[in-house]
């Protein structure tokens, strides 16, 4: 059985708000949550784009929902950085964080002005990253020459435990070529024939036995227009391709590149629908794919609507509120 968690979009509400709506999650009984890590939202409608990491010390204080963060350790973040932080939120709270790590979008790593580097080369440097990050967690000094750099580096408040490590892939390549080296594996919500090739990807390539996770991306609302109108106004930037959405920079390139996306793209790529018994059923086929823990993100406004009727009529479904508090 599943758990059954709150996503918290950066990009598209205000810090504050958002620490009242993962309050408002745990009170309905949902028992995970997580939160997105950018500098840039992707559109100038989701408007937003608060520090995850300074929001996640607060989130975790005034609940008591174990957390998790999709972050990029190389880019606009130094690998060393990133572990300090993870380290730091680990020792506060042991056994409620976990952190997913990905290559990065040129949309918030090339604020650093330097030159936005290939695929290849990005997974090299995340690899790196990786192994660099657990030997810090491990107490050890770190000196690394290669796709990053770091000199004598040391942590010297570490947690009882280092914090689970996801790879965050969208592709089957990605996930096959993570399955080896991740803790686990973070994905989103993909056409179901999609989402059973990347979990075989993962399962094949070192995976089998690790934990998997799913981002659901939903539009739940008071109607079906309604459900389909916000995901199109909040979401239309977020249904590209990985390979294009990479690339750009900034959120009025991504508007650009949406201009032509349709409400069929949309539906293909974020569960719209308004009918609970509908979603509940989505959520059943994730299951029984694998999945261990499922972010449910209602990628449109409406939030206090769906927290409160996904906690009356869809997490009873799945037992949630009668599990351990654990991220594990």
Same mark, same amino acid.
């Given at each position: =059985?599943?758990?059954?968690?709150? *996503?918290?979009? *950066?990009?598209?509400?205000?810090?504050?708000?958002?620490?009242?709506?993962?309050?408002?999650?745990?009170?309905? /009984?949902?028992?995970?949550?997580?939160?997105?890590?950018?500098?840039?939202?992707?559109?100038?409608?989701?408007? *937003?784009?608060?520090?995850?990491?300074?929001?996640?010390?607060?989130?975790?204080?005034?609940?008591?929902?174990?957390?998790?963060?999709?972050?990029?350790?190389? !880019?606009?973040?130094?690998?060393?950085?990133?572990?300090? #932080?993870?380290?730091?939120?680990?020792?506060?709270?042991?056994?409620?964080?976990?952190?997913?790590?990905?290559?990065? $979008?040129?949309?918030?790593?090339?604020?650093?002005? $330097?030159?936005?580097?290939?695929?290849?080369?990005?997974?090299?440097?995340?690899?790196?990253?990786?192994?660099? =990050?657990?030997?810090?967690?491990?107490?050890?000094?770190?000196?690394?020459?290669?796709?990053?750099?770091?000199?004598?580096?040391?942590?010297?408040?570490?947690?009882? $435990?280092?914090?689970?490590?996801?790879?965050?892939?969208?592709?089957?390549?990605? #996930?096959?070529?993570?399955?080896?080296?991740?803790?686990?594996?973070?994905?989103?919500?993909?056409?179901?024939?999609?989402?059973?090739?990347?979990?075989?990807?993962?399962?094949? !390539? !070192?995976?089998?036995?690790?934990?998997?996770?799913?981002?659901?991306?939903?539009?739940?609302?008071?109607?079906?227009?309604?459900?389909?109108?916000?995901?199109?106004?909040?979401? %239309?930037?977020?249904?590209?391709?990985?390979?294009?959405?990479?690339?750009? /920079?900034?959120? #009025?390139?991504?508007?650009?590149?949406?201009?032509?996306?349709?409400? $069929?793209?949309?539906?293909?790529?974020?569960?719209?629908?308004?009918?609970?018994?509908?979603?509940?059923?989505?959520?059943?086929?994730?299951?029984?794919? !694998?999945?261990?823990?499922?972010?449910? *993100?209602?990628?449109? %406004?409406?939030?206090?609507?769906?927290?409160?009727?996904?906690?009356?009529?869809?997490?009873?479904?799945?037992?949630?509120?009668?599990?351990?508090?654990?991220?594990?």
């Amino acid at each position: =059985m599943p758990r059954i968690g709150y *996503h918290a979009s *950066h990009e598209q509400f205000p810090p504050r708000e958002l620490l009242e709506l993962v309050q408002h999650a745990e009170r309905v /009984k949902f028992d995970v949550a997580m939160c997105s890590d950018h500098f840039h939202p992707w559109s100038h409608a989701q408007g *937003h784009s608060g520090h995850a990491w300074s929001w996640l010390g607060a989130a975790m204080a005034v609940t008591r929902l174990p957390f998790g963060v999709v972050t990029s350790p190389v !880019g606009r973040y130094h690998p060393a950085v990133v572990a300090q #932080a993870a380290a730091t939120l680990a020792q506060m709270f042991p056994g409620r964080f976990w952190l997913a790590a990905g290559s990065g $979008e040129a949309l918030n790593e090339a604020i650093t002005g $330097e030159p936005w580097p290939d695929k290849s080369q990005r997974n090299q440097r995340l690899q790196e990253a990786v192994a660099a =990050m657990r030997a810090l967690w491990r107490g050890e000094e770190v000196s690394w020459d290669g796709a990053i750099e770091m000199e004598k580096a040391q942590l010297y408040t570490l947690p009882p $435990e280092p914090p689970l490590l996801l790879a965050a892939a969208l592709t089957e390549a990605t #996930a096959r070529w993570a399955a080896s080296w991740a803790d686990g594996l973070i994905t989103i919500s993909q056409p179901k024939a999609q989402m059973r090739k990347l979990v075989d990807a993962f399962r094949e !390539g !070192g995976g089998e036995g690790k934990p998997m996770y799913l981002q659901v991306k939903l539009s739940y609302a008071e109607s079906e227009q309604a459900a389909l109108d916000g995901a199109l106004e909040q979401w %239309r930037t977020n249904v590209l391709p990985p390979k294009t959405s990479q690339e750009l /920079k900034t959120p #009025a390139q991504y508007e650009a590149a949406a201009e032509s996306v349709s409400e $069929e793209d949309i539906r293909r790529g974020v569960r719209v629908s308004c009918d609970l018994p509908r979603q509940l059923a989505w959520l059943q086929e994730d299951a029984e794919m !694998g999945f261990d823990h499922l972010y449910l *993100h209602n990628v449109n %406004r409406e939030q206090r609507r769906f927290i409160d009727d996904f906690g009356e009529h869809v997490l009873p479904g799945f037992g949630v509120g009668q599990l351990p508090t654990s991220n594990r």
